[in-house]
């Protein structure tokens, strides 16, 4: 059974999304992936799997200085290719539902 996902906290205020990336590439995470027809796409290969076939490695989430509901979510990820990377996404009340729809998918607990 895979582990559970680390959430991790912010850290501080200079906490960003894309200092947050440019952690996790520096840590093997160095594949960018993408939502893309209800599920996640590494871009390095094109492989393509459904949000249940993602290993969720590390979470983060952010929301913004001038509006909490201005919320992104930073998913560290293993693919079924063999690649991982990191999934940026938007979320709140805003997002286009078929990019909320794997969102949440890829959010949920596994076991």
């Not at 559970?4 to 894309?18: F, H, I, N, R, Y």
């Not at 952690?23 to 594949?31: K, N, Q, T, V």
């Amino acid at each position: 059974m895979p582990a559970a996902p680390v959430c991790g906290p912010m850290t501080g205020p200079m906490d960003t999304l894309s200092e947050r990336m440019r952690e996790l590439h520096a840590a093997g995470w160095s594949e960018q992936c993408s939502v893309s027809d209800g599920g996640v796409r590494c871009d390095g290969c094109g492989c393509w799997a459904t949000p249940e076939a993602v290993n969720v490695d590390k979470f983060y989430r952010f929301e913004g200085l001038s509006d909490p509901g201005d919320e992104s979510i930073l998913f560290a990820i293993s693919m079924p290719c063999g690649h991982r990377g990191t999934v940026p996404a938007a979320y709140g009340k805003d997002t286009a539902p078929d990019v909320a729809d794997v969102v949440t998918r890829l959010g949920r607990p596994r076991g």
